[in-house]
């Protein structure tokens, strides 16, 4: 099974700030590595696939980076509705597929 | 706009069961294969299971192997997932989400709005 390590876990900062979030594969996944975001009391919502594709209707300001075990998840200038929760899955090797742990992004 | 709306989540007691319901709004559902994700009270997220376009490919998580059958009828537009033997630790909210391609591994493209399965005495 590979496992997804996300850090950090919890990220503070502040609007208009750069977040930078960490994925790391414990086995190479080439790219085949997505980014979702999470609202309290919301399904999750796909903003990034094959590492580097954004869902469509996800802004530019989300950008995705990496391959094989390091993958990075950018978001350029943080907007007031970009603090949530973000996973991280991986789809190279399955079953399972699998999940990296969430990395809360909240204001500073 | 396309959705899939849940159903069925429920209290139930250990070693019972429950099925859970996911209808589409869309004609690409016949086309894709479905999963189920699941959220345990304050934890992150876990794959449960999949099934292909057509229903006869199906994968599961080895925590729920042998107790849940996920399943789909296209001319309902459809998925279930049927669990038995239910444990304290399945309880958590149910997602059900749509892949990008007709078979059963991707990524999560779009998903329903959840449902909350609790198992307790």
């Known amino acids: 099974e590979i496992v997804l390590t996300q850090s950090p876990a919890t990220l503070s900062l502040s609007p208009g700030e750069r977040a930078t979030l960490s994925c790391r594969a414990s086995h190479s996944v080439s790219t085949f590595l997505a980014w979702y975001q999470q609202k309290p009391g919301q399904a999750p919502r796909l903003l990034l696939y094959d590492a580097s594709n954004r869902a469509p209707g996800i802004p530019a300001r989300f950008r995705g980076s990496g391959s094989g075990t390091d993958f990075t998840l950018t978001i350029s200038s943080l907007e007031p509705e970009d603090f949530a929760v973000y996973f991280c899955?991986?789809?190279?090797?399955?079953?399972?597929?699998?999940f990296g742990g969430g990395t809360k992004v909240e204001i500073k | 706009e396309v959705q899939l709306l849940q159903s069925g989540g429920d209290l139930v007691q250990p070693g019972g069961s429950l099925r859970l319901s996911c209808a589409a709004s869309?004609?690409?559902?016949?086309?894709?294969?479905m999963f189920w994700v699941r959220q345990a009270p304050g934890k992150g997220l876990e794959w449960v299971s999949s099934i292909n376009y057509d229903g006869s490919d199906t994968y599961y998580a080895d925590p729920v192997k042998g107790r849940f059958t996920i399943s789909r009828d296209n001319s309902k537009e459809t998925l279930y997932l049927q669990m038995d033997s239910l444990r304290v630790e399945d309880t958590a909210v149910y997602f059900c989400?749509?892949?990008?391609?007709?078979?059963?591994?991707?990524?999560?493209?779009?998903w329903g709005q959840g449902t909350l399965v609790t198992v307790s005495s």
């Open positions: 869309e004609v690409t559902y016949t086309s894709r294969a």
């Open positions: 989400a749509r892949g990008p391609w007709s078979d059963a591994g991707g990524w999560f493209e779009l």
């Open positions: 899955q991986q789809r190279y090797n399955w079953p399972p597929l699998t």
